[in-house]
T-cell receptor, first 116, second 114 residues
Framework: ETGVTQTPRHLVMGMTNKKSLKCEQHLGHNAMYWYKQSAKKPLELMFVYNFKEQTENNSVPSRFSPECPNSSHLFLHLHTLQPEDSALYLCASSQHLPSQGAGELFFGEGSRLTVL | TQLLEQSPQFLSIQEGENLTVYCNSS?????LQWYRQEPGEGPVLLVTVVTGGEVKKLKRLTFQFGDARKDSSLHITAAQPGDTGLYLCAGGRMTTGTASKLTFGTGTRLQVTL
C-alpha cells in the first residue's frame, strides 16, 4: 500500500458538474494538504487540515470545498468550476514537531483535472 | 508574500555534465527543502537543510543553504538520465501546530539525455 493515494488520477468535467477528489494516507500523519499545480506557476497551497481541523484556507474560491472526516482521509468537492481550474491537484500529508520547523511532505500522485 | 525564484527554469544537458540549480528569496526561512517530481508522480523529498551555510551531500547531489538562510543551491555532478525531472525548492517557516508551512519555488525542469 503506497503512502498517499489519490483518486481519480484523471478527471474531465463540465462547468456545471459536481465531482469529488479523494485522498487517503496510510502513514499515520496528522496533517493533510491540498495543493494546486498549474503550468508555469509554483505549487499553490489551497487547504491545510491538522487533526481534522482546517487550519488554513489560502483564499480559495468557494467552488472548491474540502472535507476531512478523519486524519487519514481528505476530499476536495468540486462544483461549477471554470476552465482555468484545470490543473494537477496534489494531496500531501506530514507529521512533525513544531520545534523542527517544516517537516517532510509526502505527496500523492495527483489528480489531473480538466474543466471543459 | 514570500517568493522563491528558481533558476534556470529549464535545463537540457547531456549525460555526464555537471549543473547547478539556484533557489533565491528575499525572505528568511527556518529550513529549506528540495523535492524532485517525475512525470505522472508527486514531488518526493530529496533533502532538508536547516542551518545557514549547511552543506549536505546525497551521492552525486550537493545541497547548500545560504548563510543568511535566504537562498539555496543544488549541484549535480555527472548527471544521468535518471536525474530528469522537475526540481522544486521549498522554504519552511516555524509553526505552532503540527502542519508544515512551506512556500514552493517556481521549479527547474531538468532533462538529461544520452
Amino acid at each position: 500500500e503506497t503512502g498517499v493515494t489519490q483518486t481519480p488520477r484523471h478527471l474531465v468535467m463540465g462547468m456545471t458538474n459536481k465531482k469529488s477528489l479523494k485522498c487517503e494516507q496510510h502513514l499515520g500523519h496528522n496533517a493533510m494538504y491540498w495543493y494546486k499545480q498549474s503550468a508555469k506557476k509554483p505549487l499553490e497551497l489551497m487547504f491545510v487540515y491538522n487533526f481534522k481541523e482546517q487550519t488554513e484556507n489560502n483564499s480559495v474560491p468557494s467552488r472548491f470545498s474540502p472535507e476531512c472526516p478523519n486524519s487519514s482521509h481528505l476530499f476536495l468537492h468540486l462544483h461549477t468550476l471554470q476552465p482555468e481550474d484545470s490543473a494537477l491537484y496534489l494531496c500531501a500529508s506530514s507529521q512533525h514537531l513544531p520545534s523542527q520547523g517544516a517537516g517532510e511532505l509526502f505527496f500523492g500522485e495527483g489528480s489531473r483535472l480538466t474543466v471543459l | 508574500t514570500q517568493l522563491l525564484e528558481q533558476s534556470p527554469q529549464f535545463l537540457s544537458i547531456q549525460e555526464g555534465e555537471n549543473l547547478t540549480v539556484y533557489c533565491n528569496s528575499s525572505s528568511v526561512f527556518s529550513s529549506l527543502q528540495w523535492y524532485r517530481q517525475e512525470p505522472g508522480e508527486g514531488p518526493v523529498l530529496l533533502v532538508t537543510v536547516v542551518t545557514g551555510g549547511e552543506v549536505k551531500k546525497l551521492k552525486r547531489l550537493t545541497f547548500q543553504f545560504g548563510d543568511a538562510r535566504k537562498d539555496s543551491s543544488l549541484h549535480i555532478t555527472a548527471a544521468q538520465p535518471g536525474d530528469t525531472g522537475l526540481y522544486l525548492c521549498a522554504g519552511g517557516r516555524m509553526t505552532t501546530g503540527t502542519a508544515s508551512k512551506l512556500t514552493f519555488g517556481t521549479g527547474t525542469r531538468l532533462q538529461v539525455t544520452l
